[in-house]
Each structure stands twice: as C-alpha cells, then as structure tokens.
Nanobody
Framework: VQLQASGGGSVQAGGSLRLSCAAS????????MGWFRQTPGKARESVAR???????NYADSVKDRFTISRDNANNMIYLQMNSLKPEDTAVYYC?????????????????WGKGTQVTVSS
C-alpha cells in the first residue's frame, strides 16, 4: 500500500489549502481513511476521516472549516481546509486502515503517507 499526499504549503491566516492523497496497492477492505496531523512534541491527532460505515468524523478544532471528500473510482481522498488558523500549522499525514478478512482472525494494518507541511502565518 502506498499513500502519496500533496498540496501542503504556506498561507496566511484565513486562507485555504487543499490536500490530496492518492492511494495505491490496496487489495483488501478499507476500514478507515483520512487525515492526521502532528506538531513537534505532540502526538499525532486525527483531523478528519471516513469510517468504514461511510460516515465522516472531524476534530472539534476543524469542524465547519475543513471538509474531507473522496473519489473512490480513483482511490483519492482530499482535505479542503478553509479559514486556516496559525494553530493549524502542522505536518499532515494521509492514513488508511486496511482489513484483510480471514477465516478466524482478520489482519488489520495501518498505512501512512509521507507528511506534507502546512504552515499558516498570522
């Protein structure tokens, strides 16, 4: 499984960016797919994701500003980020949780793309 993220950059507060993630090599069930972010010294946090039931979950800090979307035909997910704030500055990672269904115990694996830097200046 390979995840290729792109679209990061530097913007001023109030600006917008759109992140893209291309997924390839996925041959099993996708349980979860979305975006995380991380700043130095802090744990990686979930920003927005699709669950296996198709619902979307957002971190409280990004609700009403960020929108996750996907193109299943092309195995792409996107993160539209509007009204960006300096506290959104982080490295953003594309993530997918893949489930290989087996007879007794499913095999679940997490995959991460290389991060893309988002910097928001005040």
């Amino acid at each position: 499984v390979q995840l290729q993220a792109s679209g990061g950059g530097s913007v001023q507060a109030g600006g917008s960016l759109r992140l893209s993630c291309a997924a390839s090599g996925i041959r099993h069930v996708i349980d979860d797919m979305g975006w995380f972010r991380q700043t130095p010294g802090k744990a990686r946090e979930s920003v927005a994701r699709f669950t296996k039931t198709g619902t979307t979950n957002y971190a409280d800090s990004v609700k009403d500003r960020f929108t996750i979307s996907r193109d299943n035909a092309n195995n792409m997910i996107y993160l539209q980020m509007n009204s960006l704030k300096p506290e959104d500055t982080a490295v953003y990672y594309c993530h997918v949780k893949v489930r290989e269904v087996r007879a007794i115990l499913d095999n679940i694996a997490d995959y991460w793309g290389k991060g893309t830097q988002v910097t928001v200046s005040s």
